[in-house]
């Protein structure tokens, strides 16, 4: 069953961002893991934003994405991610 998962970014430190981002995308591939969009909040309908980026990935099961997280490879990006921004992952239950 394929899941897709949420993040939401609150950027802190732009370069940094970068750096994690042009990183995070090869340790989702061996857990078939992909980025199906990516933007900047340029508009607010309703609620409270406090984030400037979202995304949307996909995986091909709740597992394979639970494996990505708690791998060593992601892991090791965690630092600079949370010195680059403030990012909240979640994962999404289709109903």
């Known amino acids: 069953m394929t899941t897709l998962m949420s993040g939401t970014v609150q950027v802190k430190d732009p370069e940094k961002l970068k750096v994690y981002v042009s990183q995070v995308g090869a340790t989702m591939a061996p857990y078939g893991g992909k980025m199906l969009a990516r933007g900047k909040v340029v508009?607010?309908?309703?609620?409270?934003v406090k984030h400037h980026i979202e995304a949307i990935f996909?995986?091909?099961s709740p597992e394979e994405a639970t494996a990505w997280y708690e791998s060593d490879a992601y892991q090791a990006l965690i630092p600079n991610?949370?010195?680059a921004a403030n990012v909240t992952l979640v994962m999404l239950d289709s109903f």
Request: a negative charge.
């Open 81 to 83: 991610r949370d010195e």
């Open 58 to 60: 996909e995986f091909p």
């Open 43 to 48: 508009k607010q309908f309703s609620g409270e």
